[in-house]
């Protein structure tokens, strides 16, 4: 079945310091790829997607990349802040499927 | 676009008891979803439903557990009897289309004593 293997966490890092969240996937066909983030005490909410292999997803100075000669989707910050912390998921869904399948998530701790 | 709303927030209960948690999905979503966080054991899919209908519950724990979607604004989980170990983060999610991401609620945190 569909499996989706991050890093495990936590990832302590001082401000401004460049983070990089490994993820890799297995599945068959060509599925969208996710990262989620969780903030304390909230649900998580999309980061960015990338559907397609070569595609890039970015937001709020995050990057991910879908790789599919590695089945990676690694999540890249420049310079990260304090209010990064919180704990990313990595996710996939097969193609034309509503169901996700998520990874166990990273815990991201930033100190100033 | 209010999001996914659930209640209640926080839910402390005695084990026997009987709690039902509630969702309200986005407007126009047809898909609904339950989840249960956990340390342990992470993120886990009980179920999820199309249009009202209930079409994968291999997830749920045990028959204590039970979900209702009566129409397509309003979804229940209902855990009778209550034990200890339900002790976990519930969420409630709603999508509306192939490939698209799942939008969150902010979660039930249900403590069982």
């Known amino acids: 079945g569909d499996s989706v293997t991050q890093m495990e966490g936590p990832v302590t890092l001082s401000e401004e310091a460049f983070l990089t969240i490994n993820c890799t996937y297995t599945?068959?066909?060509?599925?969208?790829l996710f990262w989620y983030v969780q903030y304390p005490g909230e649900g998580l909410q999309l980061l960015l997607k990338?559907?397609?292999?070569?595609d890039k997803g970015s937001n709020k100075g995050f990057e991910a990349t879908y790789r599919k000669e590695t089945t990676s989707f690694h999540l890249e910050k420049g310079s990260v802040q304090v209010s990064d912390s919180a704990v990313y998921f990595c996710a996939l869904s097969p193609r034309g499927s509503y169901i996700p399948t998520f990874g166990r998530g990273t815990s991201l701790i930033v100190h100033p | 676009d209010a999001g996914v709303i659930q209640s209640p927030r926080h839910e402390v209960t005695e084990m026997g008891q009987e709690v039902t948690l509630r969702c309200k999905p986005i407007s126009g979503h047809d898909y609904l979803f339950w989840y249960r966080q956990t340390m342990m054991r992470g993120l886990e899919l009980l179920i999820y439903?199309?249009?009202?209908?209930?079409?994968?519950d291999s997830g749920m724990p045990e028959d204590r557990f039970s979900a209702k979607m009566p129409n397509a604004s309003f979804s229940t989980l209902k855990i009778q009897p209550s034990e200890p170990r339900d002790s976990a983060v519930y969420f409630c999610?709603?999508?509306?289309?192939?490939?698209?991401?799942?939008?969150f609620g902010n979660g039930t945190r249900l403590t069982v004593t």
């Open positions: 599945a068959t066909g060509y599925p969208s």
């Open positions: 990338a559907t397609k292999a070569d």
């Open positions: 999610a709603s999508t509306h289309g192939r490939d698209s991401p799942l939008h």
């Open positions: 439903f199309n249009n009202n209908v209930p079409i994968d």
